[in-house]
């Protein structure tokens, strides 16, 4: 299986479940612990990761803001606003039907 990009659509959702549980992180961070915790199965490029970002930034589903690191290096940590909790929940909804109808065909096929 590729790791590389195998999210298919899916960032979105993993980023706000990442912040919701997690609290404000940078976007290094963000696909640190989805690399992580997906056990090495999921990894998300910065070529993916950032547009995507940007994009939720714009929906109002996140929120950014930069920061000074301890090394002294500016970095953009991101939380998630209100919208992107509800956001959140309509789509762990979506993705919980979808799975199951994808498993579904998987068994009957």
């Given at each position: 299986?590729?790791?590389?990009?195998?999210?298919?659509?899916?960032?979105?959702?993993?980023?706000?479940?990442?912040?919701?549980?997690?609290?404000?992180?940078?976007?290094?961070?963000?696909?640190?612990?989805?690399?992580?915790?997906?056990?090495d199965i999921l990894r998300v490029e910065q070529g993916s990761l950032?547009?995507?970002?940007?994009?939720?930034?714009?929906?109002?589903?996140?929120?950014?803001?930069w920061i000074k690191t301890e090394n002294n290096r500016r970095a953009r940590l991101?939380?998630?606003?209100?919208?992107?909790?509800?956001?959140?929940?309509?789509?762990?909804?979506?993705?919980?039907?979808?799975?199951?109808?994808?498993?579904?065909?998987?068994?009957?096929?």
């Open positions: 299986m590729d790791r590389q990009d195998s999210l298919n659509g899916s960032i979105p959702l993993l980023v706000l479940k990442i912040l919701a549980q997690r609290g404000p992180l940078h976007g290094y961070g963000i696909g640190a612990h989805i690399q992580a915790m997906s056990d950032y547009p995507a970002l940007h994009r939720m930034e714009e929906g109002g589903w996140i929120k950014a803001k991101y939380e998630i606003t209100a919208a992107g909790r509800k956001e959140l929940a309509q789509e762990e909804a979506r993705w919980s039907l979808v799975t199951a109808a994808v498993g579904q065909i998987l068994q009957r096929a």
